[in-house]
């Protein structure tokens, strides 16, 4: 069984940036795709950014050009670096395995880690 656990959450104040950690049980280099997702108070979770086994990315609308994924296979670990944060990236970021862009298709969730941007 593949576990996964995010860290790097914090407090922030907007424009701020932070940069979180998804530690992986499993080889990261071998994993097809490894995403991260959001969820706002009240909300479901949204995609923010995935990285592939090839080392491609993709990445939401909301996030383009604020944030990057980018992984280290020594560590087992994939990162999301976040730049110009906005009080509406406030919530729970996780990080699972999967392929798209929709929660449904991910599996092997993360515990979570808090993100709250100040305004």
């Known amino acids: 069984q593949v576990q996964l656990s995010e860290s790097g959450g914090g407090l922030v104040q907007a424009g701020g940036s932070l940069t979180l950690s998804c530690a992986s049980s499993?080889?990261?280099?071998?994993?097809?795709?490894t995403g991260w997702f959001h969820q706002a108070p009240g909300k479901g979770r949204e995609f923010v950014a995935a990285?592939?086994?090839?080392?491609?990315?993709y990445y939401g609308d909301s996030v383009q050009g604020r944030f990057t994924i980018y992984r280290d296979d020594a560590e087992n670990t994939v990162y999301l670096s976040m730049t110009n944060l906005k009080p509406d990236d406030t919530g729970v970021y996780y990080c699972?395995?999967?392929?798209?862009?929709?929660?449904?298709?991910?599996?092997?969730w993360g515990p979570g880690t808090q993100v709250t941007v100040s305004s």
């Open positions: 990285i592939t086994w090839t080392e491609s990315t």
């Open positions: 499993a080889r990261t280099s071998a994993t097809f795709h």
């Open positions: 699972a395995i999967g392929g798209g862009k929709t929660a449904h298709d991910y599996h092997h």
